[in-house]
């Protein structure tokens, strides 16, 4: 999965990667993401992280969430999406379960005894805490689960996975009545928005990312994407 984002930015390495509609309104393109992404995954070779270990990504639904997941993918880690929004309880009692090797958003402080990256908000530097281990867990689904469930260690999981080819396939045509941008409308530590702007960004969509739902934004009032809007995630 860690390597297709290398791929795209061989191949488009100027074409947008990920937009963000609000706040700061940062554009990565591909080239960038590679890089970025680059620079983080030696930071998590750094503190230990290694194939199958488990890393809770706890940041808001922006550029930076992306980036820190193909740094987690580059290194053959499991992305684990961490909601910000649950109480700091809720949260050590997930990366428990987990038993994350790492917590990316996150201070020691907040997590004792695991190994924290602090990411700041310009994607220029991390701050690191000291840590631990992993074993397997999947992000919460939308609709009626509104918190996380663990799926043991071993158990094969129906979740669905992205295609894993040496060319990757867009999953929608490139075509004027669906362009290859997909608006991300939900948050990223939900499951299908997750999976499907993953998804998409593996195989040639940009992403336009929506730190939170908005009709009016979302029918024409955001900041222009760099392409025609196809497909779009939005939360139950």
Do not use: N
């Amino acid at each position: 999965m860690g390597e297709t984002f290398g791929y795209w930015a061989g191949r488009e390495p100027d074409a947008v990667a990920v937009t963000e509609t609000a706040g700061e309104q940062r554009t990565v393109t591909r080239r960038e993401l590679d890089l970025q992404s680059d620079y983080y995954a030696a930071l998590l070779l750094d503190a230990s992280v290694r194939p199958d270990d488990f890393v809770s990504v706890r940041l808001p639904s922006t550029a930076e969430f992306v980036v820190a997941c193909a740094a987690a993918w580059k290194v053959g880690a499991t992305v684990q999406s961490l909601s910000h929004r649950f109480s700091l309880a809720e949260q050590r009692a997930v990366v428990e379960l987990a038993d994350s090797r790492i917590v990316l958003g996150a201070t020691p402080a907040e997590f004792p005894g695991r190994t924290t990256i602090y990411a700041d908000a310009d994607l220029s530097g991390w701050a690191r805490g000291r840590g631990h281990d992993s074993t397997r867990i999947r992000p919460p689904s939308p609709g009626r689960h509104r918190r996380p469930r663990a799926a043991p260690a071993g158990r094969r999981s129906s979740w669905p996975r992205p295609p894993l080819t040496s060319t990757p396939t867009p999953v929608w045509p490139r075509s004027s009545r669906c362009g290859p941008t997909q608006l991300v409308a939900g948050p990223l530590y939900h499951s299908a928005p997750f999976t499907y702007a993953m998804r998409g960004l593996m195989t040639g969509h940009a992403l336009a990312q929506m730190p939170a739902f908005e009709p009016a934004a979302a029918l024409g009032g955001t900041r222009p994407p760099p392409h025609h809007l196809g497909p779009c995630s939005c939360p139950p």
